[in-house]
């Protein structure tokens, strides 16, 4: 069974700094999808970032990348130039190619101070 | 303008009701999930759709059913049967290349 692991249950960082969301994973899986997941104190869930596991390549959306180790089983994601929206829980997922069963992790909640 | 929409945005339950929630896409999506959300955890599965008149059971399916009967809807309902059903519920759907979009969530309370 594939777990995800989020190890900071809280995180703060000054407006207009860099942070990194950490997240770990477990599969047995060599094709699969990560996500990271936003969720505003509104409480719905946006797509902020999207890697595919064949993809060597870092994916990269405005102000949010990630640092994908396969090997690692490791996906971290870095905002850079923070922002006071950007405060909220941030969940990191997986799902393997083909499956219908995406597992989160237990989110980081990220404070945003001006 | 497409998206996923749900209903209500809170609702109250007593105890031994039945109560259902809405989930509408139109995103001609063709699988459609349902989660729970407690204080504190990530989301865990409860039912998902790949197509019309068809479901599986996720990880928590107990005190719960779903059915789907047209590709824009899936709706789920709480039974009596599920013991502690305070939760906050989405709804997402994917066009089955791994993303999941989800809609803005119904807050379900027992009195």
């Known amino acids: 069974a594939q777990t995800v692991t989020q190890s900071q249950p809280e995180m703060s960082v000054q407006e207009a700094e860099t942070v990194t969301l950490s997240c770990t994973y477990d599969t047995s899986e060599s094709n699969y999808y990560l996500f990271w997941y936003k969720q505003p104190p509104s409480r719905q869930m946006i797509l902020v970032i999207r890697q595919e596991a064949y993809k060597q390549q870092n994916a990269t959306e405005n102000r949010f990348s990630v640092n994908f180790q396969k090997a690692a089983k490791s996906f971290s994601l870095k905002i850079s130039d923070s922002q006071l929206g950007d405060t909220a829980m941030y969940f990191c997922?997986?799902?393997?190619?083909?499956?219908?069963?995406?597992?989160f992790g237990a989110g980081t909640r990220l404070t945003v101070k001006p | 303008d497409g998206g996923i929409t749900q209903s209500p945005k809170y609702l109250f339950r007593k105890e031994g009701q039945n109560v259902t929630l809405s989930c509408e896409q139109n995103l001609n999506h063709d699988a459609m999930y349902w989660y729970r959300q407690d204080p504190g955890q990530g989301l865990r599965l409860i039912y998902y759709?790949?197509?019309?008149?068809?479901?599986q059971k996720g990880d928590i399916a107990e005190g719960y059913s779903v059915s789907r009967e047209k590709k824009e809807s899936f709706p789920l309902t709480v039974t009596s049967a599920q013991k502690n059903p305070t939760a906050f519920y989405l709804c997402?759907?994917?066009?089955?290349?791994?993303?999941?979009?989800f809609g803005p969530g119904t807050r379900l309370t027992v009195l």
């Open positions: 997402a759907s994917s066009i089955g290349e791994g993303t999941q979009y």
């Open positions: 997922a997986f799902i393997a190619y083909n499956n219908n069963d995406m597992r």
């Open positions: 759709s790949q197509i019309v008149n068809d479901f």
